[in-house]
């Protein structure tokens, strides 16, 4: 069983700074990509951020120059720096991860439950 788990979310004022945090845990062999995703209220699920197992990292053009996304392969925990935090980002922020089991098992997608950021104006 493999589980994704978000933290570090809560309400801010505009300008100020979070830091969310991914973890993965259970049986895991390899994990490849990792994302951040996000759904405000009656919007559609978005991209915010990718970083492969080498830490390259893409950012979705809204966020760049404000957040910044770093990994730690040892603990399977991703981390999602946001700063300069604007009311547009409020949303719950979702992690994903490409995650195989097994050597030689092909990668699965899997989410995490979602955590509440809110930036008030």
């Known amino acids: 069983q493999v589980q994704l788990v978000e933290s570090g979310g809560g309400l801010v004022q505009a300008g100020g700074s979070l830091r969310l945090s991914c973890a993965a845990s259970?049986?895991?062999?390899?994990?490849?990509?990792m994302g951040w995703y996000r759904q405000a209220p009656g919007k559609q699920r978005e991209l915010v951020a990718t970083?492969?197992?080498?830490?390259?990292?893409n950012f979705v053009t809204s966020v760049t120059d404000r957040f910044t996304f770093s990994r730690d392969n040892a603990k399977n925990t991703v981390y999602l720096q946001m700063n300069s935090l604007k009311p547009e980002d409020t949303a719950v922020y979702y992690c994903?991860?490409?995650?195989?089991?097994?050597?030689?098992?092909?990668?699965?997608?899997?989410w995490g439950q979602g955590t509440q950021v809110t930036v008030s104006a």
């Open positions: 259970g049986s895991i062999f390899w994990i490849n990509m």
């Open positions: 970083i492969t197992r080498g830490g390259r990292t």
């Open positions: 994903n991860a490409e995650i195989s089991v097994r050597l030689g098992a092909s990668p699965t997608l899997y």
